[in-house]
């Protein structure tokens, strides 16, 4: 079955640090995976895709991802995280028949 | 360009009410989809529209149901409100054409509350 797994619920990052968000997918076919972004009472905002061709993946507001086949991964990174960053990192994966199948989400805290 | 705009943001029912919510995608998309985001269960797929015909059906009870208009607006219905219904409502609008390339842009949501 297809499914995406973001195992950590919350991580807590200094200001200026770099961020890594884990997320593992499960899906026979090529994956178009993605990563959205949602801050408190909002709706959910693309920060990035990848579809095919190069595996690191540029995104919007600094962040970037990285594909691996190999490890069925798709991890979202950002060299220096801003306390604007706080807020949910979902990762998806576009599953068959026209929907989006999510992570549980990844709560980002930043400390100042 | 405008993006999805979903009507009401915020909305309090009681049970056992129907409720109506309503999704403008953005200019020239014609796929509309619609997702739950509650706290416990996360993101779960409703429905797909693609040109006013519906193309997928989440697991969901035929209480919730959904149509699509000649210009790409889209309306989702949930008669007999349970208190289990509470759940930020997201309307998700895509080109829809080529899955290659094309992304989903989301609504801010519209927050329902049943009391």
């Known amino acids: 079955a297809q499914s995406v797994t973001q195992p950590d619920i919350h991580i807590t990052v200094s200001e200026g640090a770099s961020l890594e968000l884990r997320c593992n997918y499960s899906?026979?076919?090529?994956?178009?995976l993605f990563w959205y972004v949602q801050s408190p009472g909002q709706g959910l905002q693309l920060l990035l895709k990848?579809?095919?061709?190069d595996t690191l993946v540029q995104g919007i507001k600094g962040f970037e991802a990285e594909f691996k086949r190999s490890q069925s991964s798709f991890n979202l990174r950002k060299p220096s995280v801003h306390w604007s960053d706080a807020a949910e990192y979902f990762c998806a994966v576009d599953g068959s028949n026209y929907q989006l199948i999510w992570g549980a989400g990844t709560k980002l805290i930043i400390k100042p | 360009k405008a993006g999805v705009t979903q009507t009401p943001r915020y909305l309090i029912k009681t049970r056992g009410q129907q409720v109506t919510l309503s999704c403008s995608p953005i200019?020239?998309?014609?796929?509309v989809s619609w997702y739950q985001q509650t706290p416990g269960q996360g993101l779960q797929f409703l429905f797909e529209y693609f040109s006013e015909t519906q193309r997928n059906k989440g697991n969901f009870p035929g209480r919730f149901s959904g149509r699509q208009f000649s210009n790409s607006r889209s309306e989702m219905n949930v008669s007999t409100l349970e208190l289990g219904d509470s759940a930020l409502y997201l309307c998700?609008?895509?080109?829809?054409?080529?899955?290659?390339?094309?992304?989903?842009?989301f609504g801010s949501g519209t927050r329902l509350t049943v009391v």
């Open positions: 200019s020239g998309h014609r796929s």
């Open positions: 990848y579809f095919s061709g």
């Open positions: 899906y026979g076919a090529t994956p178009y």
């Open positions: 998700a609008s895509s080109l829809g054409i080529d899955r290659v390339n094309y992304g989903y842009t």
